[in-house]
């Protein structure tokens, strides 16, 4: 039984849209394409990216605790959640 809106197949149009958009895959992929060249250049232009590029071992694994630290200050010290607006 389909539902219907002020003589709308609402059930039907939802279908539509979805077939629609399940569609637009070619748009999807070159979207996710520029996204990453923009997300890479971004990263070659950031005031970081040469300290980043050339840290070494011991100094990317010192980068990912103190991040893991930061963030688990930021949800369990500070409560500094989106939600919690």
Not at 35 to 58: C, G, I, M, N, V
């Amino acid at each position: 039984m389909e539902q219907t809106n002020e003589g709308i197949n609402v059930l039907g149009t939802d279908k539509a849209v979805f077939m629609k958009q399940l569609g637009n895959l070619e748009e999807k992929e070159q979207y996710e394409v520029s996204k990453q060249e923009l997300l890479h250049a971004e990263f070659d232009s950031a005031w970081y990216s040469r300290a980043k590029t050339s840290a070494t071992p011991a100094e990317t694994k010192a980068a990912e605790v103190v991040y893991k630290i930061r963030e688990h200050e930021r949800e369990n010290l500070f409560g500094n959640r989106p939600g919690e607006a």
